[in-house]
């Protein structure tokens, strides 16, 4: 559902957590197919056995991807995605993995060039069951200012 | 397959350019379906028609996957993913767009902390069949040196 | 999220419409694929055009678990489904179709044997981009009644 | 393939029963992908284990739909679905189980008003390997009488 | 369902056809993601508008595997898959194309070096809606010979 | 990526082996939903506990399209297929195995009809992880002669 939220209205601070999503061999199968990336990291079990991490892990994209679905709650019509930040992995995540979103605001300023714009700063913070973080952004987005 | 190239090896400049790939609105599908992000701008066509861009249009993160599938041809065993920067969506992708990427390697330097790595950034570029930018970000890879 | 509200807290006549979805030619496929009915209504387009209806038609039973999804948005953990009654399906539905359901609190009762507990019945009605009514059910949930 | 039964030949009693089908966690996460029904009863299963069934469940659409493709054998040309009653699921499904489907014929009466044809019940009776029974329904069809 | 069939009762010329399928882009899509083969030939419409054929085509393995699957009815209890011979592709599949296979029995003959088996030969021969046929082969089935 | 290999440059003895691929149930569901084949071998894990094998195996057309898949690496442009001879599936292929092709040139002549093109037998076999074979087929290439 639509909602408007002007740049004024967002604050620091402001956080949400989504629920949980259990990350599953189909998500990854899935994935590898979407994206054509067949890795033996995320597609062989027993080259996985012999690496260090011994298990299939999910893509990158993968779990950016779900979390930025996790985010996906009611649209705000005055702000629109500018991009990404800082995108990290800190650990992989593994099939059976549960997998959480929080979304905080932590920075906010004037468009540089537009007038009547400014860019909101969400942090993301995916953790899995064990709180250990796996996926860290910064999603900007483009948000209208309140009219005068 | 698996090859081995070190950091030294890196060369800024060199480049190389994807095989070509139509986004459908099987992608889409199935991407909505992967992630939970049904927003009427990837699944009313209805409401799409009401809109600036008139057409369902393509998640960023599908955009963004694809592209990064795109690009996993062989394996570099020296080398693993660190991150990704400045991700943005100059345009919209819409469904028959046919996209292709090209990955160019536009900065190398030693890891900050530690010896024995650097960051060599891949850059991204993503365009359609008009040759316009759909996509661009910068792949950080964190790759060891030649041992000495 | 979760929310929670009781089987006194239901007014009849309360009611809420979905975002729009467009039924699209991957959803009929993935929905072969899942149940197993290849019939050629949904899989023969020339066998189709022989017919009445000129089109391939999607499964009733896609039609119902899409609407079932486009109402499943915050959950009440006091309530959960009890069952449904008159299933119909007065329109078929092609692909290209954008669908939008409502549902309306339609009856209220307490439950029959088990003290502490009602139906609420949630008729649920999905109209496609025309208006026209494509598939009507009445939604049982048995909702927990407020503690005394 | 196609055969021709008519209303008169719809005998109350008749009775078939399907193959068996394993339901997969693939089921469960494509159809919340086919839904957009990501509810934590399917697809969380760290918070699934906090509650009285411990495990991901299988959405109750889900169960249906596949209950519907089970008895899609031959089509009879004279017949088509005229709706579903009483549908109830006494038990969850869970990841693992088997499920099959029992067609019985429970009744038949003519159209009220469409004089030539009737409505022919029968009712679906779905269970899992402990033959619990974990979906029940009665489907109607709507049934050409012999031509006079 | 299963029924009974052996070596002796099947007879040359034996034909059943079946029902129609169309080949849609949602097939392509899904069996590049599931085998991996993102040839431009499959993938990249744009590409393909240079080649003589200037249409994406259905993955050979596709159409072979939708044959097999239009021939999957009931299941003989007395036969197993033996392999497959001559296996041709005498013209591409295009999505919109609708499929239709014929299997014909045109040989049998006692399994050279196992008493009491058959081998079958059943001729798969799969037409599109012009009546061109797209694929050829023959299915092999090694078949229990009666009791004596 | 293409490439241009003529009829001349194929040597008997050339041999390559792909990555490995690890079957999961996804790709069985998958399969069974790609092409219709629900037959009880494949989705049935209760069945399949009663047979010998003990376990839901591939499908044969699935462990086909997974090998071709896993060939299709870089494209020569002076080939194309011609078809397939000699499918047969020594072993069944289970949940979990990990599969890997191997592709041997294994003979080549000239074109019976058509001057200045030959036939090239790639021959494929594919093992589990436990380096049995599960798979074998010729791959015929119908390859263009080098310009005199």
Chains 1, 2, 3, 4, 5, 6 share one sequence.
């Not at 402001?14 to 999503?21: D, F, I, L, N, P």
């Not at 012999?50 to 005055?78: C, V, Y």
Request: hydrophobic share 30%; charged share 25%.
């Amino acid at each position: 559902m639509f909602y408007e939220k002007y740049y004024e209205e967002y604050e620091i601070g402001e956080s949400r957590t989504s629920e949980g999503r259990t990350i599953t061999e189909t998500d990854i199968v899935l994935h590898a197919g979407q994206t054509g990336d067949f890795y033996p990291h995320h597609m062989d079990a027993e080259w996985c056995k012999t690496q260090p991490f011994k298990e299939r892990m999910a893509h990158g994209t993968l779990t950016f991807a779900i979390a930025a679905g996790l985010g996906a709650g009611d649209i705000n019509s005055k702000a629109m995605t500018y991009g990404y930040e800082h995108l990290r992995f800190p650990r992989p995540v593994f099939i059976g993995d549960t997998l959480r979103a929080t979304f905080t605001i932590t920075e906010k300023k004037p468009h540089p060039r537009k007038t009547g714009f400014g860019i909101v700063t969400e942090r993301t913070e995916v953790t899995n069951q064990r709180d250990e973080t796996v996926l860290v952004c910064d999603h900007l987005h483009f948000v209208e200012c309140q009219p005068k």
